[in-house]
C-alpha cells in the first residue's frame, strides 16, 4: 500500500509512503479488536469501590428477638442486611480487573485496527517535523491544514518529542505518542491518524518484527 506524504501545512510532496500490506491490509479480527480494547479498558479500572458488610457498620450486636416463633425473619442484629442502616450484602469490594492477552492476540489486534483506519482513508502520513519551543499554535495550525479542527487525532512520532507533546497536549481530542506504543483503543478511537514519515518503520517493526516476517 502507497500513501502520499504531505507537509505540515497540508501540501503535497513528490514522495509516497510504502506501508506492509501485512498490516495496514489485512482482514480485521473483530474478536481480537474486542479482547485487547477490552483489556485496555479494564487495565485501567481502580478497583476501589467499596461498601460496608454488616461486620464493618456500626450498631449493636445484640440479637433483636429470639430465633424461632415471631414469624419474622431470621436476622440477627440491627447490622443484618435486610434492614436500613444494616450492612451491604455483596457489596462490591477493591479487586484488580486486570488480565492479559496473549501477545500475537494483541499484535494481531493492532494491525486489524489499522486495517481498519487504512480502509477509511483515515491514516495520513507527514514529514518529519518538530519545533523549536512548545508551542501549540504549531499544532492546532497544521491540524487546520488537513480539517481536522474538533476532531480525535493520533499523532504517531518516531520517538520521544516533547516539544510536540508539550504542543498539542492542551488541544482537546488530540494525543501523540511514540511509534512503539500505540494501543488498539487509541488507534481505533482516533477520527484520523497522522504518522512522521520515520515512524512509519518503526511502527511496522514494532507489531511485526523482521524476524517474524521473514519466518512468515
Do not use: C, W
Not at 28 to 38: K, S
Not at 65 to 78: E, M
Not at 82 to 99: A, H, K
Amino acid at each position: 500500500m502507497k500513501l502520499d506524504i504531505y507537509k505540515i501545512d497540508g501540501s503535497k510532496t513528490t514522495k509516497k509512503a510504502e506501508l506492509s500490506d501485512s498490516i495496514f491490509a489485512i482482514e480485521p479480527n473483530e474478536t481480537a479488536l474486542y479482547e485487547d480494547v477490552r483489556r485496555h479498558m479494564a487495565n485501567k479500572r481502580q478497583g476501589t469501590h467499596k461498601t460496608k458488610g454488616r461486620s464493618e457498620v456500626t450498631g449493636s450486636t445484640k440479637k433483636m428477638y429470639r430465633q424461632k416463633g415471631t414469624g419474622n425473619a431470621r436476622r440477627g442484629d440491627v447490622k443484618a442486611g435486610i434492614l436500613r442502616g444494616g450492612g451491604t450484602m455483596f457489596g462490591p469490594q477493591p479487586r484488580d480487573y486486570s488480565f492479559k492477552l496473549n501477545k500475537k492476540v494483541i499484535q494481531l489486534a493492532r494491525k486489524s485496527a489499522l486495517s481498519v483506519k487504512a480502509s477509511k482513508n483515515a491514516i495520513t502520513v507527514v514529514n518529519d517535523f518538530t519545533f523549536e519551543a512548545p508551542k501549540t499554535s504549531e499544532v492546532a495550525n497544521m491540524l487546520s491544514s488537513f480539517e481536522l479542527d474538533g476532531k480525535k487525532v493520533l499523532i504517531i512520532t518516531a520517538d520521544t518529542d516533547m516539544n510536540v507533546f508539550k504542543s498539542a497536549r492542551n488541544i482537546l481530542g488530540v494525543n501523540v505518542v511514540e511509534a512503539n506504543k500505540p494501543n488498539s483503543y487509541q488507534i481505533l478511537n482516533a477520527d484520523m491518524i497522522v504518522i512522521q514519515e520515520s515512524a512509519v518503520s518503526v511502527l511496522e517493526n514494532t507489531i511485526q518484527p523482521k524476524t517474524e516476517e521473514a519466518a512468515a
